[in-house]
């Protein structure tokens, strides 16, 4: 066993590293009660929630909406590029910007579930599962 504590962001349990000595599960979404039987004997934790009040949810969604219009410009022209087209930022969004503003949730949630939690012996000791969080990407 290593002396590690691991930080689930998935309930995939393939990407969990279950030889830690303390996996710190993200949220309540890291522990279905349908899988229970993966994670129930396991020395966990859940991690508490950084939205502590309903602004804090809606000026993270503001955020998140004005990173979505920055963004979607940018990846219109780039995906225009390297395809050697000429399409309207709105065909883009058509194409990908339901999946585009839920990437941008999901990881704005999980940056500020990270941030929330990171104080100086945690992240001394935390493995984080670099087949899921490669960098940031800001």
Not at 98 to 115: E, G, Q, S
Not at 117 to 130: P, V
């Amino acid at each position: 066993m290593t002396n590690n504590i691991f930080l689930a962001t998935t309930a995939l349990t393939d990407f969990w590293n279950i030889k830690s000595n303390k996996i710190l599960f993200l949220g309540s979404w890291c522990t279905l009660y349908n899988r229970k039987q993966d994670w129930c004997n396991l020395n966990y934790e859940i991690l508490d929630s950084p939205w502590k009040s309903k602004d804090d949810v809606i000026k993270g969604m503001k955020y998140c909406s004005k990173t979505y219009d920055i963004l979607v410009e940018r990846l219109a022209k780039y995906l225009n590029d390297i395809n050697s087209v000429n399409y309207e930022t709105r065909y883009w969004k058509i194409i990908i910007g339901p999946w585009f503003a839920t990437f941008l949730h999901l990881y704005y949630n999980h940056t500020m579930n990270k941030n929330h939690h990171s104080d100086e012996e945690l992240q001394r000791s935390l493995y984080i599962n670099t087949r899921l969080l490669k960098k940031d990407i800001y």
